[in-house]
């Protein structure tokens, strides 16, 4: 199975900071890739699928790239309502494995 | 607006079974596959498999595989997951995601806390 890997594990910044957050699939996925934000005691929330398509609604201050194996996440400028964890996810095939997330907080 | 609904919490005992449900309203339910997630206390969560409501084929992780089992009731539009032979290591919070753009919208939350 591809195993997601994504890093820091956990990260502090200040308000209007840029962050940002990879993830690496053991083998290519092509850009089967979506990320999640998920707040204490919610579900996970679609951020960005296909690693750069950003669903209707969500703020344009988040941006994926990447293709293959390496993955990023940007927040473009950091709110305190962005502070989550971020979970990267493979879609191209079961089974569909999750990274281990990274915990965002603000400094 | 298309809405994913899961059933409340239940408390199992180890060895027991536990059924979650999974209402979908909003949208036609044939045309989405829906997947299952669940999520451990402190950890990131875990993909389960997914079902095709059209025709009730479903798709297991390895890892579940024997004791877990998703189908469908297309006349309520409701989608169920069964997970048996439950240890202390089942205990999670377990989720329904419908398939759209990866996995676009999701139920509440369903905990199943397993305790002797």
């Known amino acids: 199975d591809i195993r997601m890997t994504q890093s820091p594990s956990s990260l502090s910044a200040s308000v209007g900071d840029r962050v940002t957050i990879s993830c690496r699939a053991s083998?290519?996925?092509?850009?089967?890739l979506a990320w999640y934000q998920q707040k204490p005691g919610k579900s996970p929330k679609l951020l960005i699928y296909a690693a750069s398509a950003l669903p209707s609604g969500v703020p344009s201050r988040f941006s994926g790239s990447g293709s293959g194996t390496d993955f990023t996440l940007t927040i473009g400028s950091l709110q305190p309502e962005d502070v989550a964890t971020y979970y990267c996810?493979?879609?191209?095939?079961?089974?569909?494995?999750f990274g281990q997330g990274t915990k965002v907080d603000i400094k | 607006q298309v809405q994913l609904v899961q059933s409340g919490a239940e408390v199992k005992s180890p060895g027991a079974s536990v059924k979650v449900s999974c209402k979908a309203s909003?949208?036609?339910?044939?045309?989405?596959?829906i997947h299952w997630v669940r999520q451990a206390p402190g950890q990131g969560p875990e993909w389960m498999g997914f079902?095709?409501?059209?025709?009730?084929?479903?798709t297991y992780a390895q890892k579940f595989q024997g004791r877990i089992a998703m189908t469908t009731d297309p006349s309520t539009s409701t989608l169920y997951m069964e997970l048996t032979s439950l240890t202390s290591d089942d205990t999670a919070v377990y989720y329904c995601a419908r398939e759209g753009s990866a996995l676009d919208v999701w139920g509440q939350g369903t905990m199943v806390p397993v305790s002797s």
């Open positions: 079902i095709n409501p059209r025709d009730g084929s479903a």
């Open positions: 909003g949208y036609t339910v044939t045309i989405y596959y």
């Open positions: 083998q290519g996925i092509s850009n089967y």
């Open positions: 996810q493979k879609y191209n095939g079961a089974p569909w494995t």
